[in-house]
């Protein structure tokens, strides 16, 4: 993990990581995998491979998007802050609620524990691109609708985005698989059961 | 610094008939493997009964072994914890510790090791290869968690720039069975409070071998080798669980809000036990 901190005298860092490149940051990089800081050293965020700011190529939602972000820019800022795609939501940004759920490389993921500088090629599917636009709605987006599977519905992008990898898994077979397998997705209104039936009807015409 | 891209994905088995998961494998993928469910079905268990689906898309099998505990003052930065900052003190041991562990604690802590896979790892007597500027090291599973001690701060006996390639279960005698058991606050998606990892085999109508090990209740992964030792070379029978169970908490100290654990982990072993032994 790395963390960085302006150095003192520099003006206090814009809220915007387009603004960050003729700083210089005190860049303490650790191994991950050892907790272990290795590492210590000066760079200038001016420079291109200073590691701070970071060039990416991926595709959202189908279209090939080029975007420089800070190294510690989550998947779900970029969605949000980034790219005008707010359909995804940040609820805990802790890895526990599950609303920021989205597919990279079609699996569901939580991008709020996501890194988008880890992001050069993949392919990621937000709820903005779930059904083409204008065209019809994907099956479970229509489910949740007809169940009236939501109250405040803050949860349910991701929700959908979750419920859609559960019926691609296959794990679908039954009411209780169904709630063992959505358990990532915390709904605080209380509308699981009618959650859990609308993932069962999509699933039936998926 | 990324690791991602290494080449460390791979879910193989050796010419023996062992297990050998690199560190980079997925535990969603591991977890539906047809091959590792066949073969170590307490794995596959364990890891479905972790986290969330997905977490368990993105969390690597390294990654799971070096998880951190998730004592709440290891996690509250204006608590003394001295596994975070070694020396202010430990919150826990007054504090709210119904979570906490009740085996291998010390007096400068006593957080809870965190994962499930780990449990079913240390009953199947796994070892982790790790690479470095020393170059490879191999590590029975047994002595990678370091208990706290006066040191809670170290945590695995990993060096400054090592890193975990792979984790490699040994071939094991078959028929095999074995399996996991986790008791939680809620069904799913929570931490164990305790949980039990089992693998037996048995031949002849004799137990000749048994991996036995406990979740939730150990500041490491807790191999129980007393109830292994009273379960080797007697024959599964309704009686044996409960009385190699009651084993099972051997050396534990409660603090004042888990010791339900105490029981409660006797129970949850000898449970499993009957579930994978079989007998009523």
């Known amino acids: 993990m790395s963390s960085s901190q302006p150095v003192s005298g520099d003006p206090p860092p814009d809220a915007s990581p387009w603004h960050v490149s003729r700083r210089t940051f005190l860049v303490v990089t650790g191994v991950a995998a050892g907790g272990v800081a290795v590492g210590l050293a000066v ?6 491979d200073a590691g701070t700011v970071a060039r990416v190529a ?18 779900l800022d970029l969605l949000r802050e980034h790219l005008e795609l707010p359909g995804t939501k940040k609820g805990c940004d802790a890895g526990a609620c599950g609303a920021c759920t989205v597919h990279v490389d079609g699996r569901r993921v939580l991008s709020c524990l996501t890194l988008a500088v880890r992001l050069e090629g993949a392919d990621v599917v937000t709820i903005e691109g779930l059904a083409p636009a204008g065209g019809a709605l994907h099956p479970l987006q229509a489910a949740f609708i007809e169940q009236d599977a939501l109250q405040c519905g803050y949860c349910t992008p991701g929700q959908i985005m979750s419920g859609v990898g559960c019926i691609q898994e296959r794990h679908t077979g039954s009411a209780e698989e169904i709630r063992e397998w959505m358990s990532g997705n915390l709904c605080r209104c209380g509308c699981y059961v009618k959650i859990v039936r609308a993932v069962e009807q999509a699933a039936g015409e998926v | 610094m990324d690791i991602s891209a290494l080449p460390l994905g791979e879910i193989t088995f050796t010419p023996e008939g062992g297990l050998r998961l690199g560190a980079l494998a997925r535990m969603a993928d591991v977890a539906a493997d047809p091959a590792v ?14 986290a969330s689906p997905q977490l368990r898309n993105m969390a690597t099998i390294g990654g799971n072994v070096m998880q951190r505990t998730r004592c709440s003052y290891f996690r509250d930065v204006s608590a003394a914890c001295n596994k975070r900052a070694p020396g202010s003190g430990c919150a826990a041991r007054e504090g709210y510790n119904r979570g906490h562990a009740i085996l291998g604690t010390s007096d400068a802590c006593v957080a809870t090791h965190p994962s499930d896979l780990a449990v079913a790892l240390a009953a199947l007597d796994a070892r982790i290869h790790t690479r470095g500027p020393g170059g490879e090291r191999t ?11 006066t040191t809670p701060d170290r945590e695995q006996d990993l060096r400054p720039g090592e890193l975990i390639v792979a984790v490699e279960v040994p071939p094991h005698p078959r ?9 939680r606050d809620r069904q799913s998606y929570e931490f164990a409070l305790t949980s039990a990892a089992v693998a037996l085999h048995v031949q002849g109508g004799v137990i000749r071998s048994a991996g036995v090990a406990a979740g939730g209740v150990g500041t490491v992964p807790w191999r129980l080798r007393a109830v292994e030792q009273h379960l080797v070379g007697r024959r599964p029978a309704g009686g044996l669980w409960a009385a190699a169970a009651e084993r099972a908490a051997e050396g534990a ?8 654990k105490v029981d409660l982990l006797r129970r949850t072993v000898e449970r499993q036990l009957r579930i994978v032994g079989g007998g009523s």
């Open chain 2, 139 to 149: 590590v029975p599973f047994a002595d990678f968690h370091l208990l706290p001690g």
């Open chain 2, 253 to 260: 100290r409660p603090l004042a809000h888990n010791g339900f």
């Open chain 2, 37 to 50: 469910r066949e073969a170590y079905p307490v794995i596959a268990h364990a890891l479905e009964l972790s």
């Open chain 2, 175 to 183: 028929p095999l069975a074995s399996g996991y058991l986790k008791v």
């Open chain 1, 43 to 48: 760079v200038d965020a001016a420079a291109p």
């Open chain 1, 58 to 75: 991926l595709a959202v939602n189908g279209e090939p998007v080029v975007v420089e972000v800070d190294s510690r820019t989550s998947l």
